[in-house]
């Protein structure tokens, strides 16, 4: 099968990033024509820096590229939501996952890091054969992500890709950036694979809160038709009693969504895939 999809379409360069170069420019051309302006030329670059790289940092936001925080408007006219679960697979966590979806008739995309997933391939398979879809979550899920460039975004996401399409014979058309952090570096890779990039709307924090009902109250405060929640089946905090966080917290969110007449649908059915060529005409 063909493992990655490119386009020769421009990639849409956002607003953000074309004010940047114009700044440079200006800023070089009168640190060289006007006497005494260097200074002040130097610092509106680094300002500038600072902001891009606070629009990395921030997951939700869109200023570096487009990102799905939420689900269209006829998916959430329909009462639907989607929920995410990251780091995976995990052989001990994500088959009770499943098991759990099942019981309360929901489904899910799973975001899952490429070198788990080969370590695990049947896993990976039950997910798909169970009517949940299969995401991109990098190849190693790299600490220093924001920080590679053009060639090192290429080989995490183009390999994962692979790998992913390989085990379940589908290849993902979302991605989602480890911890949700990036640069400018990103986008283009993304657009020429006809990846979405894929935030959320409410996260429960739940690698790191112990307390159940705390990531309980992070997700439901406010849940709405539309919404995309994070929840994570690998690298999962563990109760007092060392019970993943996640089997605690799952049935009663689901039972809350079904009392909210909100339905669980994957990416796959409520996000179509990303093209290239009406990015480029925007």
């Known amino acids: 099968m063909s493992h990655a999809s490119s386009s020769s379409a421009a990639w849409p360069m956002p607003p953000l990033l074309r004010a940047s170069l114009g700044l440079h420019a200006v800023a070089a051309g009168a640190a060289i024509a006007i006497p005494g302006a260097a200074p002040w ?11 891009l790289t606070a629009a990395g940092l921030w997951p939700r936001s869109s200023l570096l590229g487009p990102n799905v925080t939420r689900l269209a408007g006829a998916n959430a006219a329909r009462g639907e939501i ?7 697979p995990d052989p001990e966590v994500t088959p009770a996952v499943l098991d759990l979806l099942e019981r309360h008739g929901a489904k899910a995309s799973f975001f899952c890091i490429a070198t788990r997933a080969a370590a695990q391939p049947a896993l990976l398979r039950e997910i798909v054969a169970r009517g949940h879809c299969v995401q991109n979550h990098s190849h190693v899920h790299r600490h220093n992500f924001a920080l590679l460039g053009p060639r090192g975004y290429a080989a995490e996401i183009e390999r994962a890709q692979q790998v992913l399409g390989d085990i379940t014979g589908r290849l993902p058309h979302c991605f989602r950036a480890p911890a949700g952090l990036r640069n400018p570096f990103l986008d283009p890779v993304l657009h020429r694979l006809g990846l979405h990039l894929v935030s959320w709307t409410r996260r429960g924090f739940d690698t790191r809160e112990r307390a159940p009902q705390r990531v309980l109250a992070r997700l439901s405060r406010g849940l709405a038709a539309g919404d995309i929640l994070l929840l994570h089946d690998g690298h999962a905090a563990r109760t007092r009693s060392e019970q993943p966080v996640l089997l605690e917290v799952l049935p009663a969110l689901l039972a809350q969504c079904r009392a909210a007449g909100l339905r669980c649908v994957t990416l796959a059915d409520a996000l179509p895939a990303r093209d290239p060529l009406a990015g480029a005409a925007a």
């Open 82 to 88: 989607a929920l995410t679960l990251d780091d995976g």
């Open 41 to 51: 030329a130097f610092g509106s670059v680094l300002a500038n820096q600072v902001a």
